[in-house]
């Protein structure tokens, strides 16, 4: 009761606080700025106009609080992605504990593949053929009950370190992307993650990261299985089978599995996220379609292929893409011009 | 900003009124009754004392906010579902237009069976099988895009009635259940439908008939396709490939795919729902399961098996359900014994 009454208190002296602004005729917040890492740009009033347009009661754009979603891609939209996603990361350094419990996988390939790379051969990565990054995924994310690939994946993110910047890989998110997602909820947005990523690696930390709760994690999805324990317990194990493929036409469609209505704004940076953005702009009234390009060699990663920057098969962001973007009034963020500090971290 | 500017000083207004309340030390709200519906027993007790025990800060059973997930059956826990299920009848009468469409299916079964159905012969019902009910759901709820089959229920709910108490389906809700969802919601809880109902025809009505969004209706889910109109706009068509069949250990397994979170309490009324309450049962804690029992033929229905009440295919409640609960530490309500009143349109 302590609590409640505290928190009740506080309310009333904000609330008091800000009658007191709006008697003497003083907008509130008007000084702040909500999205302090972004350069003064097309994207930053992008956003800005957005979200201005959508909450103004009256405004023929105004959207009623329960229809406001947002969804956001993760990979490389709100954390780093390259060189290798983090998540392909876990599936790699997963494999010693599970040659541990099963030593004839040793020498049996792709398993001993990945000892190699794991022994300093970050090359050999490129030899890993997608039927491979499928056998890896199934062995070291499927078969076990839910409780405990959570409590391994935690137990990776607590431990795990990008090479480049020697921090946990949930350290490795944007800034400016965190202002933006902060910026939509104070303005009565729900957000959700739409990832082609582990739908239930992703939850796992979805809420400290990005105060995202795990029920609005979209992401690829694999079946579960119900059953009991000795103990007459039940629970659920993670099977080998594929749900939602949640990449190109499977984020439409994974959004309409998981949130049943079409978002109001998406951001996303490859052409996996082609068809989220499409289906978002298409909707009637304001809509705001947003991409990341990687242009910023010096601060971050360049690549795309699109505007002649590197090509890469890790979050491709094609010319086709970029063209689509411009011509349907999707706006592209680019990190170089419109992002003034990328990391919480930096000074 | 007018709105806004009132909306703020209507919150101030209150806030003031209930800090005047504490500074008084009279505990707000204490003599309102959450449960008005509710006769005093078990069952209303139960659910009482689980909300106080899992949102008082420092009671062993508190719950975070941010966990408070509660979730409910809805065929014959929220609402009706006997003669026959609303959907099934929603299934049916669509025949018709379909028949219309393509005047070749008006004499091949089943749908020959269901347009004698339709013309008053009621009884036939029972001679669908279930792949008949397969191929009738297949026709009439997929194959179009999903905006077309929204507007096709919505149609529906608007117009059809319900043909013993002749009202709209989405009036025949429970009104002690209604209660139980705004207590719960009120004390911090994210209430979920969990249905073996189609998703997306739960998620037409379910919030302006419960108060919940579309995004929290879990229920059997099939895929949808993405796809290009002539005009080029993007849009999704309803495909007959099931994802999800939200019946018993489909919902814990849904519940995982959709929620990725236990909940603390869950409503269910048939075996349908026996894997749901188990799973909520089994987390640590506080935590509620609950079967409604249909034992009132006057007031509503009577049905089981269970406790010698009649036999049903239609919401069946076994005896062996209703021993499981018993020993387990669910609890079962009496319609008859703890509902007050069961409609809000009775005086």
Known sequence: MIMKTMYTLS????????????????PAQAQTDPLPSWNDGAAKQAIVAFV??????????????????ATFDQDGTLWVEHPMYSQVMYILESVPALVKAKPELAKVAPFSTVLEILKGDRAAIAKLTMPDLEKLAAATLTGMPVDTFEAQAKKWLAEAKDPRWKKPYTELTYLPMQEVLKYLRANGYKTYIVTGGGQDFVRVYSEATYGIPPEQVVGTAG???????????????????????????????GIHLMIGRRPYAAFGNSTGDREMLEYTKAGDGARLSMLVLHDDAKREYAYGPAQGLPD???????????DEAKKQGWVVISIKDDWKRIFAFEP
Chains 1, 2 share one sequence.
Request: a positive charge; zero cysteines; aromatic letters at 8%.
């Open 11 to 26: 309310a009333l002296a904000r609330t008091i606080a800000l009658g007191a602004l709006l008697t003497l005729g003083v």
């Open 52 to 69: 201005k347009d959508t909450i103004t009661p009256g405004s023929p754009k105004f959207v009623p609080p329960a229809d406001r979603i």
């Open 223 to 253: 079946g579960t299985k119900y059953g009991y324990g000795k103990d007459g317990k039940p629970f659920l194990t993670k099977e080998p089978k594929l749900l939602l493929n949640d990449n190109n036409a499977g984020k439409p469609e």
């Open 312 to 322: 890469t098969k890790v979050g491709t962001f094609t010319q086709s893409l970029y």
